[in-house]
């Protein structure tokens, strides 16, 4: 059972890896201006309130996952969950990258 659980956390793994090669486009309306507007704002608020909310979820699956304890419909349904969360959350980190800073 162990054996199994490892295998399964390891192709999570290379998974969660592999899908961070992905190429992304970032919006014109945030990256095409050097001074803030209140639309780049708020869009940009709405992504950090987006990446918390990712990152709450991520960090669930990952509890779930490393507490199945052999519960292999349980570990297969963490690793399912966080492979369905990496892409959204590489989106967003990139497009946060385009914000203007806050300070």
């Given at each position: ?56 979820a ?43 800073s806050?300070?």
């Amino acid at each position: 059972m162990k054996k199994r659980l490892i295998i399964t956390l390891a192709i999570c793994v290379l998974i969660l890896s592999a899908c961070g090669v992905v190429q992304i486009t970032i919006p014109a309306s945030i990256s095409s201006t050097s001074h803030p507007t209140a639309d780049t704002q708020a869009a940009c608020h709405v992504l950090q309130e987006q990446q918390v909310q990712l990152q709450q979820a991520i960090h669930a699956a990952r509890v779930q996952l490393s507490t199945a304890h052999g519960d292999l419909r349980k570990a297969e349904k963490a690793k399912n969950m966080l492979i369905r969360l990496h892409e959204p959350s590489v989106l967003v980190q990139a497009e946060l990258r385009a914000c203007p800073s806050a300070g």
